[in-house]
């Protein structure tokens, strides 16, 4: 679509979400590991769909495998092709559920593991120990010097703690996401307040008392760094801060090999190529879910010949979803 309608390589923005946020990207094409199988968080149910319908604008194309139960007004659509792909949706413990197309069938494998770093506070490891317990991972303790590569297969999340400032730890007040929790507590001098790169989400942050504030806490898929020195609730009911805390290891889990919800397998759809329109829905027509009426362009005009104009003016282009889900073998 681009090439044939001489959009710029420095004028396309690609952009995907995921089960931590979004990421974009300028350029020809999107980066190389968008093609390649998504690793997804404990519950895939949990994360946020892709927005598409937040972004039905004709300077937009929406990329996936099946086109969104509603069908855009303006947005273009690129569509692989689905079928239903028969295979793992869910291990619990050491039981792997299989879908083999008709029914699920069970298999008993070896269970993944939680690592966690034997220098962490000691309130964190006994959470994580219960946590664990109640989401079927093996639990091992190590030294920091011990955390060797990590391998889906065998490890479902890592907890480390993060290197130490060159100063002394800092007192303040701990605050989890949308100030929910509050923990005093003393962290390796804002350690983390660093910027935290590709894949890293913040998720906690202290305050010490002359106001200043670091990231504590950050996540990325399979990995928790905290950099905390101590740790302590307010209050006596420390609740709050456990269904924070279990929610910040479930969005970090990476799922077994393979493993994808049945709903993606079991997804069946057809290609499509369609450009945007510009001028969205004629009066009296009406938009409705996937092969329902179309836009029409001004004039009856066939609705790709009226694209041209349009994309001379286009000055972005946003890629949204799946990426033809090379998850699924296509």
């Known amino acids: 679509m681009c090439e044939s309608a001489g959009i710029p390589p420095e004028s396309r923005r690609w ?7 979004k990421s ?6 999107p980066p190389e590991d968008w093609f390649t199988a998504p ?4 519950d895939p149910l949990g994360a946020s769909p892709t927005p598409f319908e937040s972004l039905d604008r004709s300077d937009c194309i929406w990329v996936s495998d099946c086109e969104p139960r509603t069908a855009p007004l ?9 079928r239903t792909v028969p295979g793992p949706v869910a291990q619990d413990g050491a039981t792997l559920r299989v879908w083999n197309g008709v029914g699920l069938e069970e298999r008993t494998v070896e269970r993944r593991g939680l690592r966690i770093d034997r220098g962490l506070p000691e309130p964190l490891r006994r959470f994580a120990a219960v946590w ?8 091992e303790e190590v030294e920091p010097e011990g955390l060797d590569a990590f391998r889906p297969d065998r490890h479902a999340l890592d907890l480390v703690g993060a290197e130490r400032g060159s100063g002394p730890a800092q007192a303040g007040t701990f605050f989890a996401p949308e100030e929910r929790v509050r923990f005093s507590a003393t962290g390796f001098e804002f350690a983390l307040a660093r910027e935290p790169g590709p894949g890293w989400e913040p998720w906690g942050r202290l305050e010490d008392p002359e106001g200043r504030a670091g990231t504590v806490v950050r996540r990325r898929l399979g990995r928790v760094e905290f950099s905390f020195e101590s740790l302590a609730p307010r209050t006596q009911d420390a609740a709050p801060f456990a269904v924070a805390l279990g929610e910040l290891l479930d969005g970090a889990v990476v799922a077994a090999p393979e493993v994808l919800p049945w709903s993606e397998r079991a997804a069946v759809g057809e290609a499509c190529f369609e450009f945007p329109s510009e001028a969205g829905i004629r009066p009296g027509a009406s938009a409705g879910p996937r092969g329902g009426p179309r836009p029409v362009p001004p004039g009856g005009a066939p609705r790709g010949r009226s694209l041209v104009s349009w994309f001379a ?3 972005a282009l946003l890629a949204l979803g799946g990426l033809l889900l090379a998850s699924r073998g296509r």
């Open 39 to 42: 690793t997804r968080g404990l």
């Open 74 to 82: 303006f947005a273009g659509r690129v569509c692989s092709g689905a």
């Open 24 to 29: 974009e990207f300028v350029g020809p094409l």
């Open 132 to 139: 664990a317990e109640a989401r079927g991972f093996a639990r």
């Open 15 to 21: 952009r995907s979400d995921g089960p931590l946020g």
């Open 313 to 315: 003016w286009a000055a």
